[in-house]
């Protein structure tokens, strides 16, 4: 046999982080895995709403299951953008709006047509490991900035402008999570978002809204979309129906200029042709049907729920000089532990004796810190599994703890 | 406003070939086109199909609607991997398949984790336009092959590898489309694919077989694919649903030794996480009923009649020194005209006064010939407008060789 192995292309040395899948592998059986992404099942389409999509659907089957054009079908663009302008605040048309397969291509695209090797890209600290791991692929160079229960330090970024700038460097683009963020469910107060959006103005670089989680917000707190303030077409804003509608329909979208769409359009043709026409048509159907923001309501609730028990359960449990995240949103809580426990080493041992699994929160860090840090998300395990899963890991740190 | 053109990463200069689509937009109302590529919508699942496939997917709901695992559904590659065995003549495990989001896909992570710059990429002249345009973003050097009634020149091949391999040069893969090909719906002799699986081996590179359309084949000819006759793990084989079952669902399927697999799974990781899982599950419905088999006897006998309906209006309305392929199946005819036509520069003037739209066959060449040549669908078009438009397309190239 050949050794395929001899004519893998160099980038692929980028494609890294399955060290952390391969252990997480392990994670079956008795294991109560807090590892994933996934929306609580409670939360996906009802049979009535499926049959009721189907109806629809069979409507437009010669369309439904034919191709479509690669920007997406019109009419779910032009659904779109009034929801958009009726829920989050965006005014777009609908030639501003181009449908992905799943915010993941939306991020894969962006560092295709935006990232040359070695141009720089600001990112959080922590921030979403599969949004770190399509830019990386194009070999750019990153710049972290930490983050407080504000979102990330503007003031921070500010100084690193201004250092780069003296250096005559400039950022290609700024990737933010802005609202309930991956992995920390932390949102960026309105005045840094006024700030941010002050820098990338002054210093001239784009700024990528990843917006999956907003719709799913806990507290009271009014933000904007930075799209939404955006004057200077300087935004591009990405979103999904996976955590409003259904992860398996892969169907997300992009707002921004019209100057910039395009090279996301031409990118997209080579990828996949176009979207799920099916998919784009079961999408339409929940948002003309008002699936979606009847549904909301009781998601939010049930995530609001299992949030606070996890986030109730942790400080209670978790021994001394450990700290948790406390999410406004979304579906992760992040957290610090002591310094000297590194939670990738020992991830491996917690699978296998205490039966709990976590992402370590290295992978989120595009500066190679976060060795002690982990990720758990709320929205799949039951609440009996919240409960006895934190349990078990208070009991794994601590005896980690007690071992060094 | 800012000039967000500035801040394009340099390879988005090889997302070319859009000045054809741009005058393909001018092909609406009236006009009769033969540029598409679209299954005839009698091919597409029927009503009752449809609902049978919701009844069974909303058995599945809660992982039919929850992302899946990004190498795709367990039962779909084994039932994937029966269908291969018993109607392809392929034999692979669960193991050695993976589900892609269309075929598109999976030529799009080819690209990605085989071609290092200027790595060597052999095809046929003429190609799929779609595989050059994935290609080219990882800006290979390319070889193209010609082609006569039975597929690639392998002799010709041949000679080519000798000098690469005087010079020290080696190629990275050569891709084929060596059944009912796109754009001229040949198919490779049998002697010729044993003879390209020598060479293959001899000077050691791997062979990307794409075959979309081999189930699609009118004439009784027997023909194994390359991936039956791959001793060394060589071949890596691509298919699609989009023209046995539907183009809207955008599942495909690659079949590879386990080595080079793992990295399409670590690529896909990046690109969309998971191929669409309801998607998944129409397609293995569509297995498990049966549908695909039952439907496409009468598939084939369609595209026949329409096939050889085009052909020989072809034969008989266009003018001397223009000649025809003669598909052994696919979707496509292909033409060569007189030398002194330009296919690309007389399209706007064609649809605009004729009403009648091609692709024109440059983009389908590596090696920028072919601009007297172009490519005719007749899937889609009904038979009366493969008459009415061919009988169009005569009198504007009649026209073109007058002003000559």
């Given amino acids: 046999m050949v050794d395929l ?37 409670y939360c996906l389409p009802s049979e009535d709403e499926i049959c009721s999509a189907i109806d629809y659907i069979s ?5 439904a299951f034919q191709y479509s054009l690669t920007g997406g079908i019109l009419e779910l663009k032009e659904e779109i953008a009034k929801y958009c302008g009726e ?4 005014k777009a048309s609908a030639e501003e709006i181009l449908i992905t397969t799943g915010s993941q291509q939306a991020l894969d695209i962006t560092a295709r047509i935006l990232i040359d090797q070695r141009d720089y890209v600001i990112t959080e600290l922590p921030t979403y490991i599969a949004a770190i791991q399509a830019f990386s692929l194009f070999r ?6 930490p983050m407080d229960d ?26 933010t999570i802005p609202t309930c963020q991956n992995p920390a469910g932390l949102s960026m107060s309105m005045d840094r978002r006024r700030w941010l959006l002050e820098l990338a103005s002054k210093y001239d670089f784009i700024v990528v ?33 996976s955590k409003i509608y259904a992860p398996g329909v892969r169907v997300g979208w992009i707002i921004a200029d019209k100057s ?15 979207t799920s026409s099916v998919n784009q048509y079961f999408v339409l159907h929940a948002l003309q049907s008002r699936i979606i923001e009847k549904r909301l309501p009781a998601v939010i609730n049930k995530y609001k729920i299992k949030c606070e028990l996890m986030h109730k359960m942790l400080e209670e449990k978790m021994p001394e000089g450990s700290k948790w995240s406390n999410p406004v949103g979304g579906m992760f809580i992040f957290g610090w532990l002591d310094e000297r426990v590194n939670t990738k080493k020992i991830l491996m041992d917690v699978i296998q004796k205490y039966n709990v699994a976590y992402v370590p929160g290295g992978s ?3 500066d190679g810190s976060g060795w002690n840090t982990l990720r758990l998300n709320f929205t799949f395990p039951t609440e009996q599994q919240i409960e006895v899963g934190v349990g078990r890991l208070a009991k794994a740190i601590e005896n980690e703890l007690k071992k060094l």
Same sequence: chains 1, 2.
């Fill in 260 to 274: 910039i769409l395009n090279y996301y359009e031409l990118a997209k043709q080579s990828i996949d042709l176009c």
């Fill in 140 to 145: 750019p160079n990153y710049l972290g900035i």
């Fill in 209 to 241: 809204e990843d917006d999956p989680y907003s719709q799913i917000m806990f507290r009271d707190i009014q933000v904007k979309r930075l799209k939404s303030l955006d004057t200077e077409g300087r935004v591009v804003y990405l979103s999904t129906f």
């Fill in 59 to 63: 409507k437009f089957k010669e369309k």
């Fill in 364 to 366: 989120f860090f595009v």
């Fill in 5 to 41: 192995y001899n004519f893998i292309a160099k980038r692929t040395d980028r494609m890294k982080a399955s060290e952390v899948r391969e252990i997480l592998r392990y994670a079956k059986g008795d294991v109560i895995s807090f590892a994933g992404g996934l929306p609580d099942p």
């Fill in 87 to 90: 829920k989050l605040g965006i």
């Fill in 150 to 175: 504000e979102g990330m330090k503007i003031d921070y970024l500010e100084s690193s402008l201004r250092a780069m700038n003296e250096e005559g460097l400039k950022p290609k683009f700024l990737y």
